[in-house]
Nanobody, 121 residues
Framework: QVQLVESGGGLVQPGGSLRLSCAAS????????MGWYRQAPGKQRDMVALATSSGSTYYYSDSVKGRFTISRDNAKNTVFLQMNSLKPEDTAVYSCNAHITTTDRAQLNAWGQGTPVTVSS
């Protein structure tokens, strides 16, 4: 009943930039926290950036702090991740996560399908 669709991933050289987007659709009553996670081969999935429901509080992992920026467009149920100064260590599949209250008041922890980001020269 709820779908998250990411876009914007791809191949970029070190030092380059990418902008990821994630649009939520379906039977949505409200979206609470939204965030971005990533998983590299052989590694656990880790939180990259998180925006609380108010859209005024943001959290970043230490590895991306100062380089990545999360933002939300609540009117379009969309969250973005602006990634600058990319490093090879940022290579991973990036997934969007959202805590959603559906129209029937169910609580969902929804995930997108993921978009791959490769940083390589």
């Amino acid at each position: 009943q709820v779908q998250l669709v990411e876009s914007g991933g791809g191949l970029v050289q070190p030092g380059g930039s990418l902008r990821l987007s994630c649009a939520a659709s379906g039977s949505i009553f409200s979206i609470n926290a939204m965030g971005w996670y990533r998983q590299a081969p052989g590694k656990q999935r880790d939180m990259v950036a998180l925006a609380t429901s108010s859209g005024s509080t943001y959290y970043y992992s230490d590895s991306v702090k100062g380089r990545f920026t999360i933002s939300r467009d609540n009117a379009k149920n969309t969250v973005f991740l602006q990634m600058n100064s990319l490093k090879p260590e940022d290579t991973a599949v990036y997934s969007c996560n959202a805590h959603i209250t559906t129209t029937d008041r169910a609580q969902l922890n929804a995930w997108g399908q993921g978009t791959p980001v490769t940083v390589s020269s």
